[in-house]
């Protein structure tokens, strides 16, 4: 989750989105892991409506 901090404090928010789901992946099986659950829940959640959407140009004739 570290990591996925980090890179959101850089803007890199798309990053940082792909490391929180895989700190939550791999700490479904860690007893610790609901200490940590609701704020990689959260930091997911933030940075994806941070993520600048990219709508498609139409070609002019």
């Not at 789901?21 to 409506?49: P, R």
């Amino acid at each position: 989750m570290d990591k996925a901090q980090i890179l959101s404090k850089l803007g890199n928010y798309a990053e940082a989105v792909s490391f929180a789901k895989k700190s939550q992946d791999l700490g479904q099986g860690d007893a610790s892991f609901g200490f940590l659950k609701e704020t990689i829940e959260k930091g997911i959640s933030e940075w994806t409506s941070k993520i600048p959407v990219i709508t498609p140009v139409k070609k002019r004739k």
